[in-house]
């Protein structure tokens, strides 16, 4: 599983521009079953998904297609994390 987090840099004053896209871009993760969870950073920092049943490139390349990172709104920080135990209701991250 993977933790990605979208700071807010240079351009965050565009993003209002690039929203529309943006959410389309979390839509297309979800509708493919990469994403978990999508959320905002506290003190309006960013942003933040959960990712599974994607690899590490692939997730580098789809991060590298959203809108706030083209246009330089967000950097992007993907981290991979072996799960070692979950709640139940998790347990298909351990695979």
């Known amino acids: 599983m993977f933790i990605v987090f979208l700071k807010f840099s240079a ?6 521009q690039f929203m529309e896209g943006h959410n389309q871009w979390l839509k297309h ?3 493919n079953n990469w994403f978990l969870v999508a959320g905002s950073l506290q003190a309006q920092a960013g942003g933040c998904v959960l990712a599974h049943n994607i690899t590490h490139a692939d997730l580098e390349k789809y991060v590298g297609t ?3 990172v083209e246009n330089n709104v967000v950097c992007s920080e993907i981290f991979e994390v072996s799960p070692s135990k979950v709640d139940e209701r998790l347990a298909f991250l351990m695979g």
């Not at 351009?11 to 209002?16: C, E, L, P």
Request: overall charge negative; proline content about 8%; cysteine-free.
């Open 66 to 68: 959203d809108p706030f």
């Open 29 to 31: 993760g979800f509708d």
């Open 11 to 16: 351009n965050r004053a565009q993003a209002g």
